[in-house]
């Protein structure tokens, strides 16, 4: 049929692009001399800084795990002592001793491991407990995993009971907020500790149900916008902050409660997840004049105040890819997979680097390449290889359906 050849199609490209994305980060990024990896590169691949990202350490030592231990072709050796010599590499620096002696993990550091910055958010954790878990998927390092689930058991202490760890002051103008990034955050967490594990499963059973009510919270305006940030109780904030619309972000919880709601059999929130989370913000965030998605709009439309509003990001557009194929390859409902078709042909005509491989990540809103380094403090090894990784594994999915 048309619909096959045209999955084939797309699947040989995407498994081309993820080959090409890979060799990039194993060519260049790898710091043989301190381990870890080079998280700054150009758009040859040349490092134009030394200073190591933590997020960006632990999401790739997760996405080298991950390819090693799931997809036949990156079952390679060289793989495999990347990863491992970035969880060494984390392991040994990424934690700051505080003086309460509950240690945050760093923001960003020396290219020899030494803290530069910290951040007060529980991002730098999260990622350490992907990295952790997910290697010991495969070296079976009981010590790891152990390592993985009480980093997590302090993150969920930090967000749920007490936040004074992260030494944010609460200040009288600033209440507490539900930020959409917390909640997806542990339910991607709790997704990745409880694959295959029962004992896990049952330890964090109450967790991913918060994360989803939470999640849910942001749905707003009589169901018609996804707001990135509302108060405690489900409720609109003033001004810029409580307009903010992100829908990168929103695509992204979208395959998240999708991928939740399909495991738990949820049709409702299975709906839920594609009707809110993916048609409302391909609705208000694709640019109907140059194509592509903003970064960031306002409900009422108003100028967003971030300067990069109306920037084209690489990673909201592998967010899109992920949810409507994975929504499509659930339904089969051919405006899912039209809606996939206009966010692939955007994509790969603009993001991906013919000459040097790799993806550029900032584009303008006319589509024009801003920055072109490969990797930065915000772009590393994830969000394009884990978009290819997923897209591969749901055509495949579908590819074989088809056969059948």
């Known amino acids: 049929t048309m619909t096959a050849a045209l999955l084939e199609q797309y699947r040989e490209r995407i498994r081309t692009e993820l080959d090409r994305v890979v060799d990039f980060w194993l060519k ?19 490092v134009y800084d030394e200073l190591k990202y933590v997020w960006l350490q632990g999401r790739q030592v997760w996405m080298y795990s991950r390819l090693y231990r799931t997809v036949e072709r990156f079952h390679r050796p060289e793989i495999l002592d990347a990863a491992k010599s970035g969880a060494a590499f984390l392991q040994k620096f990424a934690r700051v001793q505080a003086s309460s002696g509950a240690g945050k993990c760093a923001f960003c550091l020396t290219r020899d491991g030494r803290a530069v910055k910290v951040q007060r958010t529980i991002f730098s954790e999260c990622f350490y407990v992907m990295a952790m ?26 967000v749920q009971t007490d936040s004074s760890d992260l030494s944010r002051p609460q200040l009288p103008g600033d209440p507490p907020v539900n930020s959409m990034a917390v909640p997806m955050m542990l339910l991607c967490l709790v997704d990745q500790l409880t694959e295959g594990r029962t004992d896990v499963a049952e330890k964090y059973k109450d967790l991913s149900g918060w994360c989803v009510e939470r999640i849910l919270q942001h749905i707003q305006r009589d169901g018609k916008a996804i707001l990135e940030n509302v108060t405690l109780t489900g409720k609109e904030l003033p001004g810029c902050q409580g307009r903010l619309q992100n829908p990168g972000h929103a695509l992204e919880a979208g395959w998240f409660l999708l991928q939740y709601a399909l495991k738990k059999e949820d049709v409702q929130l299975q709906k839920t997840a594609v009707d809110k989370f993916m048609e409302i913000p391909f609705h208000t965030g694709w640019d109907k004049q140059h194509g592509g998605l903003f970064y960031f709009l306002d409900v009422d439309g108003h100028c967003p105040t971030q300067l990069e509003w109306n920037m084209k990001l690489w990673w909201p557009h592998c967010e899109a890819l992920i949810a409507y194929l994975m929504a499509y390859s659930h339904s089969r409902a051919p405006l899912l997979l039209d809606r996939f078709k206009l966010i692939y042909d955007y994509t790969f005509s603009h993001f991906s680097d013919e000459e040097h491989g790799e993806w550029f990540g900032y584009l303008s809103r006319q589509g024009e390449v801003v920055l072109d380094f490969k990797g930065g403090p915000f772009k590393g090894f994830f969000h394009v290889p884990r978009c290819l990784y997923m897209c591969e594994k749901l055509l495949d999915g579908l590819l074989e359906r088809q056969d059948s």
Do not use: P, V
């Open 133 to 158: 878990d997910e290697l010991s998927r495969i070296t079976q390092d009981k010590e790891m995993q152990a390592d993985a689930e009480s980093m997590m058991d302090r993150l969920i202490f930090w």
């Open 28 to 46: 260049y990024s790898h710091d043989k001399e301190h381990g870890g990896f080079f998280n700054c590169l150009g758009k040859d691949g040349k």
